[in-house]
Nanobody, 128 residues
Framework: QVQLVESGGGSVQAGGSLRLSCVAS????????MSWFRQAPGKEREGVAA????????YYADSVKGRFTISRDNAKNTLYLQMDALNLDDTAMYYC?????????????????????WGQGTQVTVSS
């Protein structure tokens, strides 16, 4: 059973930065698609960024391209999301997710229904 534990959320002013971390354990497969999702109150969960552990290929939602960077430290089994130039629309609960296999496409990588394992979430609040 894969377990995911997020950390790094908090409150920040618009224009600021945060780095989220997700420590993973219990891997049984050699390749996973790992993604960050977010969900704001009253809104659907949306994919933010994804990375294939096998190839390192990355995928980003248009709303965060150029501002967010996803990365992974294989030695530490840790997924990161560096968030820069944060704005009010980035306020949400952020979730780490993993699913066996390749990300392959942006639709698969950023689609919440295709992911089997989820963390508990970490809150990000951006204020003006």
């Amino acid at each position: 059973q894969v377990q995911l534990v997020e950390s790094g959320g908090g409150s920040v002013q618009a224009g600021g930065s945060l780095r989220l971390s997700c420590v993973a354990s219990g891997y049984t497969r050699s390749t996973y698609c790992m993604s960050w999702f977010r969900q704001a109150p009253g809104k659907e969960r949306e994919g933010v960024a994804a990375i294939s552990t096998g190839t390192g290929s990355t995928y980003y939602a248009d709303s965060v391209k150029g501002r967010f960077t996803i990365s992974r430290d294989n030695a530490k089994n840790t997924l990161y999301l560096q968030m820069d130039a944060l704005n009010l629309d980035d306020t949400a609960m952020y979730y780490c997710a993993a699913d066996p296999g390749w990300c392959a496409t942006a639709v698969r990588a950023l689609g919440p229904k295709t992911f089997r394992y989820w963390g508990q979430g970490t809150q990000v609040t951006v204020s003006s």
